[in-house]
């Protein structure tokens, strides 16, 4: 009984080995696989991160852009006046030649 009782133990010793062998095989397949998987997304993530950070920039410079075309309309408003003005002028200008020539 000793033998039998001694030999269940030793099989079950093996396949209890065996098994944490192919748990351990497992747990480290997929803790590649999670690694993997992490890596991914810090990568993803720094992608975006990237993009939202240039993304950031071109608002601020499109803000500045606009601020300067504002300026640009407020200059040609101001000399489209100006050659209104000097219009007039040079109309009036020129009724008096025609008044001075009859």
Do not use: F, P
């Amino acid at each position: 009984m000793d033998v039998v009782v001694g030999t269940k133990m030793v099989q079950w010793n093996k396949a209890m080995n065996k098994a944490i062998q192919t748990n351990n095989t497992t747990i480290g397949k997929k803790s590649e696989t999670i690694r993997q998987c992490y890596r991914d997304l810090v990568n993803e993530v720094t992608s975006k991160y990237n993009d939202t950070s240039q993304l950031q920039q071109q608002i601020h410079k499109t803000a500045a852009i606009a601020s300067e075309i504002d300026n640009i309309q407020q200059s040609l408003q101001t000399i489209c006046s100006e050659l209104s003005q000097l219009h007039q002028v040079y109309q009036e200008a020129v009724k008096q030649q025609q008044h001075a020539q009859t």
